[in-house]
């Protein structure tokens, strides 16, 4: 080789590594900055995981009510949310501890069973009633938008006793509890989602059997659950378009589950698997409700009707819509929720020969050794890969309306919690980035949890709360922790500001600051 040849190599190898080091910086770079005026921030919970009083004031029994309750309960430390942090009777200390986080508003899940015993409307429980009214009115009176979710998977029971989200007939009873809840508290409640992560209920409740109610049938119950899940949204929503929107002027969502999923290595297989993993996670459910075509993904259409015809179904596992469904499915929403933790490293495998939703994916997931961990074993740390996901979801459903509904962090409780502080930074940060510099169209946060929390077949071995409840004492005191002063900081700054440094050594990490203040052109 010429030296003049070997110069040139040499130069170029040095140039690589110069792109590939100013990458891996810019990635986990701190940008200062703010949100866009009006951008709302809000804190989360989930009915079955906060209230307790489980059978109290007329409540009637859910999936998961009957679950804890089973001699082998499946949770990891046999507890129940039978009191569990007693927000039933509580509620306003949680409405204190929002006040003080300094939230705009507040997303919490109504319990069906409190409301509807039997889950159906000829028996209405005024008790629930009148508890979702007092939570409602004493937050709008501390100047926080209510936010509601319908259904975080606690079924009343006696729907499970008919199949659940296997049987059809609950589309229509969801309807009607639907339809209950926007005339009840619809005058004041501007902001609903239908469900919280169809996939986790459908796989995990109706596929895998480790959450309520327990069915296991994956490749195939999974399916069939969803199906009815997403039909039971679009009816929902249009229940609300035609008889509601004139009058109470809000908006219908539904919220889903996806973590960041990032190519293992850059075969161009891998790059499929990972962009086919997504389809699977996110396009199950977004497709039909956000995509113009409707529908399914196509690809999981073509990798479930082949891997069925392999095993000697005469059709196709994953049920068929039809077009008058398809059509009454499509455009059903006013927001995209998001509920994002991780990302995960994925790479092409061919699936084994059991029917499952997994196995027919033909991938498999893993986590850099790199990233670091929670207290939730599928739950890294990897802030970048949330700006990449609203990115993909950005492209993918054409600018939609986008709000972040769940991002959290687990340990194991302690009040000096530098890791969540840290978690909620380097996350929000990148979001910001998302905005600021990539146009992604997101108009609000979610912080998951303002307290800790039933985290369900984990019992109460990983928290995530901003506050932390002391689940020995009968009066279940919240106590505030390190986060919830950062979050509040980050609220007050609208995100971060040049002029919140001083304010910025509260952090409990070295934040690598820019040597100047960063602005669009030097990330374009
Ligand atoms: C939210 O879901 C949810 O809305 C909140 O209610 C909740 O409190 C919050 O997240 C925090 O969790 C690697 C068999 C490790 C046993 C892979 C099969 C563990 C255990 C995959 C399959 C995974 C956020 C549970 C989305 C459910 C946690 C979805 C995140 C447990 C696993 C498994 C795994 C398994 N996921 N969830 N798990």
Redesign the pocket.
Known sequence: MSSAENKKRCMAMVLLMVGLFGLVIAQDQFLYGTFPKGFLWGAAT?SY?IEGGWNENGKGENIWDRMVHAYDGGIKDNSTGDVAADSYHKYMDDVAALKETGVNFYRFSLSWSRILPTGRIDQINQDGIDYYNKLINALLDKNISPMITLY??DLPQPLEDIGGWLNEEVVDIFGAYANLSYSSFGDRVKSWITF??P??QSH?GYG?G??APRVKGSGKTDYIAAHNQIKAHARAWRIYDADYRATQNGEVGI?F?CAWDEPKTQNPEDIEAAERALQFELGWFAHPIFSANGDYPPIMKEYIASRSAKEGYNMSRLPEFGQTWVNYIKGTHDFFGL?H??SRLIYRVKGGNETSYENDQDLA?SSDPSWPSSA????KVVPWGFRKLVNWIHKEYNGVRLIVT?N?F?DHGQIKDDDRAKYYTSYINELMKAINLDGCNIFGYTA??IID?F????GYT?K?GLYSINFTDPRRPRSRKFSAEVYSNIIANNGFPASSTNNMTMYPFKIQFPSKQHNLHDHL
């Open positions: 989930a995981q975080h998977w919280n992560e996939l986790v995990l895998l480790i959450f919220t589950n509920n933790y991780t997931s939730s074993s599928w739950l769940e959290g687990s998951w949890s929390n985290e369900w077949s984990s990983e995530f």
